[in-house]
C-alpha cells in the first residue's frame, strides 16, 4: 500500500511532494502524471510559442525531482477510478494503487465549444504542452490564425502568434477584451494597444463554424462567424476558458459543486482524500468563502497544504482571491479582487487615468479598506496594495495619498506598514 498517492503531477502535485518530504522523509510516495514532460511552468507557454522560452527554461524543477524525493511516478498514465471505499485507484492501463492518503491535483480541462469542424486538422487548444508543440510545428507553413476567445489565454495566445509574424484574428463572444478581470476603461486602453499591433479583434461576435481548405477540407482553411462573415486562416487557437476536471468524482460521496470542495485543510469530505488547484473551490481570504480560483500560485500553496496535513502536520490554508498578472503586447496589467462590484454605491472608487501612456489606476474601497483594483501600464506599486488587501487593513487615513506619485511603504504611517505584514 502506497502511503501518499496524489493524481496530478503539476503544480500541485509537486508542491505535495515537497512538503511531505519536510515532514516525512522515509513514507512511500506515488504520484500519476498523465503528461510525459518533466515539470515545466504552465504560464510560460505563451514564451515556448513565441521562442522566448525553451522546455529547458520553461522548468521548474529538475528532471531528478521524482528520484531525489523518491517518488514513484506513474507518468503518461491516467487515473480512471477511485474507490474512496477501498481506497483504490484504477489507472488506464488496468493497475491498481491502494492508498493511505490521497490528494486529487487533478487540474483543468480546456473548454471545447460545440461547433462544426472543431475535429479538423490546425484545431488547437492552449494550455498544455503538447498543444503549443502542435501550433508551433504548423507555424513553418501558417500565415493566419482565429483566436477564439478574448480573455487571458486568448491575449496570451494571441501575443506569441503575433510575435512569431502570424496575422492574427481574436473573436471575443462579449463586447470587451479581459472583461472578467478588467473593467470598461480599462479593456478598452488594452484593446487599443493590441490593435496596435495590427491584431484584428472581432468582439460581439462566435465562431459557429470551422471550415476546411478548399484543396483539403480536413484542414482549417477558415471559420463562419455568428453574422456568417467568412475570415480564412490556417489555425484556430480555442481559447475559451478552463473547466474544473472531476470527472473522478462525480457520481462519488465526494462534495462537489463548480469544484472539489475543501475546507481550510485542503481536505474534501471525504476522510483522508485531499484536493488542491485548478479542480477545487478552495477559500477565498477576501469575500471569506469558497470559490473557484484557478491559478497556478494557488495551486501549489494548495498543494503544500494538503502535502503538510496529508503528513500529519496540521497546517491551515490562508486562502487566494482573484489576481491576475499579465505582460502581453508589452503592456503589464495587475488585477486583484472586486474590481467591478454591482452595488458600486456602496464601494469608493479612485481613478486615475493618462490614456497616452496608457496607464490606468483603480482602486475600490470599501469602508476604508481596499477590497479590489487594477493596475495597467505602471503597476510597480501593485504589491503594496496587495498586502494592504489581504491583511483587511484600514488605511482612511491615507487613502487620498494611493494613486499619487510619490506613494510607496514610506507613505504609510508605521502602525499600517506593521499591520500590513502580519502573517495571520
Known amino acids: 500500500m502506497v502511503k501518499y498517492l496524489i493524481i496530478g503531477g503539476s503544480a500541485g502535485g509537486v508542491g505535495a511532494v515537497e512538503a511531505i518530504r519536510e515532514v516525512d522523509p522515509t ?6 502524471s498523465e ?3 518533466p515539470q515545466y511552468s504552465r504560464p510560460m507557454i505563451s514564451e515556448f510559442v513565441s521562442q522566448e522560452a525553451t522546455l529547458a527554461t520553461m522548468k521548474y524543477r529538475s528532471e ?8 514513484h511516478a506513474y507518468t503518461g498514465k491516467t487515473a480512471v477510478k477511485v474507490d474512496f471505499d477501498k481506497k483504490i485507484v484504477e489507472l488506464d492501463d488496468g493497475q491498481k494503487l491502494d492508498y493511505e492518503k490521497l490528494l486529487l491535483a487533478t487540474g483543468g480541462t480546456p473548454a471545447i465549444p460545440q461547433m462544426d469542424g ?7 487548444t492552449f494550455t498544455e504542452l503538447a498543444s503549443a508543440e502542435g501550433i508551433t510545428s504548423k507555424l513553418v507553413h501558417a500565415k493566419s490564425a482565429v483566436v477564439i476567445g478574448g480573455g487571458l489565454i486568448g491575449v496570451s495566445v494571441a501575443d506569441a502568434l503575433v510575435k512569431r509574424g502570424i496575422k492574427i484574428t481574436l473573436v471575443e463572444v462579449n463586447d470587451r477584451l479581459i472583461h472578467v478581470v478588467l473593467d470598461e476603461k480599462a479593456s478598452h486602453l488594452a484593446e487599443n494597444v493590441i490593435k496596435a499591433t495590427g491584431t484584428k479583434l472581432v468582439l460581439g461576435q462566435t465562431v459557429k463554424q470551422i471550415l476546411g481548405k478548399q484543396e483539403n ?4 482553411g477558415g471559420v463562419l462567424l455568428q453574422d456568417d462573415t467568412v475570415i480564412s486562416c490556417d489555425l484556430v487557437i480555442l481559447a475559451v476558458g478552463v473547466n474544473p476536471r472531476v470527472e473522478l468524482v462525480e457520481n462519488s460521496k465526494v462534495e462537489l459543486k463548480k469544484g472539489i470542495i475543501v475546507d481550510r485543510f485542503m481536505q474534501t469530505n471525504i476522510p483522508d482524500v485531499y484536493a488542491c488547484g485548478d479542480a477545487t473551490e478552495a477559500h477565498d481570504f477576501l469575500v471569506k468563502e469558497n470559490r473557484r480560483l484557478p491559478l497556478w500560485p494557488l495551486a501549489h500553496v494548495g498543494g503544500r497544504v494538503a502535502g503538510y496535513n496529508m503528513a500529519g502536520q496540521t497546517t491551515k490554508y490562508e486562502g487566494g482571491t482573484v489576481m491576475s498578472s499579465m505582460n502581453y503586447f508589452r503592456l503589464p496589467i495587475i488585477s486583484v479582487g472586486q474590481i467591478n462590484p454591482e452595488d458600486s454605491e456602496n464601494y469608493e ?3 486615475d487615468v493618462q490614456p497616452e501612456k496608457p496607464a490606468y489606476k483603480k482602486i475600490v474601497l470599501k469602508d476604508d479598506v481596499i477590497v479590489g483594483f487594477i493596475f495597467l501600464g505602471e503597476v510597480e506599486k501593485a504589491g503594496i496594495l496587495f498586502r494592504l488587501i489581504k491583511n483587511h487593513v484600514n488605511i482612511g487615513e491615507v487613502k487620498e495619498k494611493l494613486l499619487s506619485k510619490d506613494f510607496g511603504i514610506i507613505s504609510l504611517p508605521e502602525a499600517i506598514r506593521k499591520e500590513m505584514f502580519v502573517v495571520h
Open 27 to 32: 513514507g512511500t510516495i506515488a504520484l500519476i
Open 35 to 37: 503528461e510525459p514532460f
Open 64 to 71: 531528478q525531482f521524482w528520484k531525489k524525493h523518491n517518488v
Open 118 to 124: 472543431i475535429t479538423k486538422d490546425g484545431v488547437f
Open 217 to 220: 477540407p480536413s484542414e482549417v
Open 349 to 351: 472608487i479612485l481613478v
